[in-house]
């Protein structure tokens, strides 16, 4: 059965409460009873041989002998509570004397209650509890002189078991309240907790739905709390941006597909109706309209390559340096045909542990870019450096640059900063999205830096290790 968060933080925390409850205060009563009985124990024994001294002292100013109206002026004043009853025979057994003092809460029947033939002469029969007796020799002289015996009253009708109880039973309605207050506080702790997420849900919910932007502002006081809501709103903004992405790629693929299919078209229909002859320079003319759609196709085919960029490497040592410099060289004439200058500055023996064909791949492609958006005069060089534990691939232009508004966008698939130029070239804005995919996938990364109108950097930064 499915139960709401709310719901089941609330019953963890209820459960937890009422474990804690049930464990703590009985271990603490255990506790307290353990050593309230220990410290009664102690003490009545040892206020028992102090009664038991006083009766050697007796016994010893008396002249060795048992004065009787001498104990009788004692009576209960030798006894302390929760002691009782004593009773002092001598060694023969014979009695001597007993001292009394009354119990309290009508524990003990009086002398006219009735007689009972076990009871002890002169002393008042216990109604409720059973008294507990312990027994002491009396000695003077190093002989015994007389035996004691004391009666008690059990622990639980002491002053320290009065005490126990009432504690334990003051803790009980304690305790009681304790679990409606935590009750309570579980109660708000669970909405407090679970209504943001609650919330987030929601937001999700509306994402799923298309509605990336939602204008009410969530906040938590919860670090982790706070960095899910984070996380949706980014998600939220990053599908909305490649929403809008995937639109103007729809648009532009629309468009550059439109225009070769009008042209060849209009040719065929002209050749049919007899308006155009189908010369020589016609029929080319229509061919290269062909070919360039061919190159959108085929463009378009590469967007699988940014899923596949990062799949099946095949590392092998490389000696990075010489793959730069082959790549270097198979862009000189295009760099040349330009009047774009291609400079080096390559560190020499880089070697690295890499998909050799990959990373031309990704170089390739920061080649190209530079290229495409270099006018004629201007400069590209490439580097390559050892940095630590990292090798440096950069590749630095004194193109156009890219704006501040679009730069963090450019390594995301189909983004193109500059629509018309990006139609001249006929780029579809996947080469640095495929850059990246395959600079990750090395455990590597890639970065840009630019100024609009100063030109452009990247950098790709790939472990030695």
Known sequence: ??????????????????????????????????????????????????????????????????????????????????MVHAVLYDPDGILIAEFSRSMRHGAMRGPGSGKDSNEIPGFMRPIAPELVMNDFSVSSGGKVVGKVRFHCLPFRESREGMFLKKFNSHMVYAIAFMLVVAVIISFVMADVISRPILNVSKRASLISRGKYRVQDDLRSDITELQLLIDSINRLGFGLEEQEE???????????????????????????????????????????????????????????????????????????????????????????????????????????????????????ENLLSNALRYTDSGGRTTIYLEKAGGDVHIKVRDTGIGISDRDLPYIFERFYRTDKSRARSSGGLGIGLAITKAVVEAHGGSVTAESREGEGSIFIIRLPLA
């Open 245 to 363: 992405l995937r639109k103007r790629l729809m648009s532009d693929i629309a468009h550059e597909l439109r225009n070769p299919l009008t042209i060849i078209k209009s040719h065929l229909e002209a050749f049919e109706d007899g308006v155009w002859e189908p010369t020589k320079e016609r029929v080319k003319l229509t061919v290269d309209e062909i070919d360039r759609l061919s190159r959108m196709i085929s463009e378009i085919e590469k967007l699988t390559s940014i899923e596949n960029a990062g799949k099946g490497l095949v590392l092998e040592s490389v000696n990075l340096s010489k793959e730069i410099e082959r790549v270097a060289m198979t862009f000189d004439p295009l760099f040349r045909a330009k009047s774009v200058e291609l400079k080096r500055e390559i560190e020499k023996d880089v070697m690295l542990a890499a998909d050799g064909d990959k990373i031309r791949q990704a170089v």
């Open 1 to 82: 059965m499915k139960r709401s968060l709310r719901t089941q933080m609330l019953v963890q925390y209820v459960v937890i409460v009422i474990i804690c409850m049930l464990v703590i205060p009985t271990g603490i009563s255990k506790l307290l009873d353990r050593q309230f009985r220990l410290f009664a124990s102690d003490r009545l024994r040892d206020d028992q041989q102090e009664a038991v001294r006083v009766l050697e002292e007796i016994y010893s100013s008396s002249g060795g002998n048992w004065n009787k109206e001498m104990l009788t002026e004692f009576r209960g004043d030798i006894l302390r509570w929760p």
